[in-house]
Protein backbone atom coordinates (compact mmCIF):
# COMPACT_ATOMS: atom_id res chain seq x y z
CA UNK A 1 0.00 0.00 0.00
CA UNK A 2 2.74 2.60 0.84
CA UNK A 3 4.09 1.70 -2.45
CA UNK A 4 1.02 3.15 -4.22
CA UNK A 5 1.31 6.21 -1.92
CA UNK A 6 4.61 6.69 -2.88
CA UNK A 7 3.77 6.16 -6.67
CA UNK A 8 1.02 8.88 -6.69
CA UNK A 9 3.25 11.53 -4.34
CA UNK A 10 5.68 11.15 -6.70
CA UNK A 11 3.42 11.11 -9.74
CA UNK A 12 1.95 14.66 -8.44
CA UNK A 13 5.89 16.54 -8.12
CA UNK A 14 6.54 15.24 -11.64
CA UNK A 15 3.10 16.87 -12.27
CA UNK A 16 3.98 19.83 -10.73
CA UNK A 17 7.41 19.77 -12.15
CA UNK A 18 6.29 19.40 -15.85
CA UNK A 19 4.51 22.43 -15.77
CA UNK A 20 7.27 24.47 -14.13
CA UNK A 21 8.85 27.28 -16.69
CA UNK A 22 13.04 26.99 -16.93
CA UNK A 23 13.84 29.78 -14.90
CA UNK A 24 11.42 28.53 -12.09
CA UNK A 25 13.26 24.51 -12.81
CA UNK A 26 16.78 26.95 -12.40
CA UNK A 27 15.18 28.41 -9.42
CA UNK A 28 14.01 24.95 -8.04
CA UNK A 29 17.27 23.33 -8.78
CA UNK A 30 19.01 26.51 -6.75
CA UNK A 31 16.88 25.67 -3.80
CA UNK A 32 16.74 22.55 -4.01
CA UNK A 33 20.87 22.79 -3.61
CA UNK A 34 20.32 24.93 -0.98
CA UNK A 35 17.98 22.65 1.63
CA UNK A 36 20.26 19.45 0.60
CA UNK A 37 23.87 20.68 0.88
CA UNK A 38 24.16 19.10 -3.16
CA UNK A 39 25.32 20.18 -6.33
CA UNK A 40 23.34 19.15 -9.31
CA UNK A 41 27.07 19.80 -11.24
CA UNK A 42 28.89 17.29 -9.31
CA UNK A 43 26.60 14.60 -10.27
CA UNK A 44 27.90 15.19 -13.97
CA UNK A 45 31.41 15.38 -12.79
CA UNK A 46 32.16 11.48 -12.62
CA UNK A 47 30.55 10.50 -15.82
CA UNK A 48 33.40 13.15 -17.62
CA UNK A 49 35.98 11.69 -15.58
CA UNK A 50 35.07 8.27 -16.82
CA UNK A 51 36.04 9.12 -20.01
CA UNK A 52 39.07 6.97 -21.58
CA UNK A 53 42.11 8.55 -20.26
CA UNK A 54 44.44 7.33 -22.96
CA UNK A 55 46.39 9.83 -25.61
CA UNK A 56 44.19 8.89 -28.61
CA UNK A 57 46.24 11.48 -30.27
CA UNK A 58 43.73 14.35 -31.51
CA UNK A 59 43.73 17.88 -29.98
CA UNK A 60 40.99 18.71 -27.31
CA UNK A 61 38.05 20.47 -28.56
CA UNK A 62 38.25 24.01 -26.87
CA UNK A 63 35.34 25.78 -28.84
CA UNK A 64 31.90 24.61 -29.44
CA UNK A 65 29.36 26.14 -31.43
CA UNK A 66 25.94 25.03 -30.08
CA UNK A 67 23.33 24.47 -33.17
CA UNK A 68 19.25 24.56 -32.43
CA UNK A 69 18.26 21.63 -34.71
CA UNK A 70 14.37 21.57 -33.90
CA UNK A 71 12.73 23.42 -31.67
CA UNK A 72 10.20 20.96 -29.96
CA UNK A 73 6.76 21.28 -29.39
CA UNK A 74 7.44 23.98 -26.63
CA UNK A 75 8.14 27.20 -28.55
CA UNK A 76 7.84 29.30 -25.76
CA UNK A 77 9.79 27.94 -23.72
CA UNK A 78 12.52 27.54 -25.82
CA UNK A 79 12.38 31.47 -26.84
CA UNK A 80 12.58 32.12 -23.18
CA UNK A 81 15.32 29.60 -22.74
CA UNK A 82 17.31 31.73 -25.84
CA UNK A 83 16.84 34.91 -24.07
CA UNK A 84 18.26 33.92 -20.96
CA UNK A 85 21.31 32.42 -22.70
CA UNK A 86 22.10 35.54 -24.76
CA UNK A 87 20.07 38.68 -22.94
CA UNK A 88 20.93 40.89 -25.72
CA UNK A 89 17.63 38.94 -27.95
CA UNK A 90 14.92 40.70 -28.24
CA UNK A 91 11.77 39.03 -27.87
CA UNK A 92 11.52 39.11 -32.09
CA UNK A 93 15.09 38.04 -32.38
CA UNK A 94 14.56 35.11 -30.04
CA UNK A 95 11.76 34.38 -31.86
CA UNK A 96 12.96 33.95 -35.48
CA UNK A 97 15.93 32.62 -34.45
CA UNK A 98 13.68 29.78 -32.49
CA UNK A 99 11.64 29.13 -35.82
CA UNK A 100 15.18 29.19 -38.38
CA UNK A 101 16.85 25.34 -38.86
CA UNK A 102 19.67 24.80 -37.84
CA UNK A 103 20.25 27.91 -35.88
CA UNK A 104 23.64 28.88 -34.24
CA UNK A 105 22.70 29.71 -31.00
CA UNK A 106 26.68 29.99 -29.58
CA UNK A 107 29.71 30.47 -32.02
CA UNK A 108 33.07 29.47 -30.42
CA UNK A 109 31.92 28.91 -26.58
CA UNK A 110 34.36 27.46 -23.97
CA UNK A 111 32.42 23.84 -23.15
CA UNK A 112 30.88 24.50 -20.05
CA UNK A 113 29.01 27.39 -21.59
CA UNK A 114 28.22 25.40 -24.72
CA UNK A 115 26.78 22.64 -22.58
CA UNK A 116 25.29 25.33 -20.01
CA UNK A 117 23.00 26.40 -23.35
CA UNK A 118 22.64 22.96 -24.20
CA UNK A 119 20.82 22.19 -21.50
CA UNK A 120 18.55 24.87 -20.73
CA UNK A 121 17.43 24.35 -24.35
CA UNK A 122 16.99 20.56 -24.12
CA UNK A 123 14.99 21.20 -21.01
CA UNK A 124 12.88 23.66 -22.67
CA UNK A 125 12.17 20.78 -25.13
CA UNK A 126 14.77 21.81 -27.76
CA UNK A 127 16.99 19.43 -30.08
CA UNK A 128 20.54 20.98 -29.69
CA UNK A 129 23.98 19.72 -31.29
CA UNK A 130 27.70 20.54 -30.03
CA UNK A 131 29.67 20.65 -32.94
Known amino acids: MSDNI???KLQKIIDAVSELTVVELADLVKSLEEKFGVSASVAAAPAAASAPSGDSGEPQQDAFDVIL???G???IGV???LREINPQLGLKEAKDLSEKPGAEILN???K???EEAKAKLVAAGATVELK
Open 73 to 75: ANK
Open 108 to 110: GAN
Open 69 to 71: TST
Open 112 to 114: TAA
Open 79 to 81: IKA
Open 6 to 8: SSI
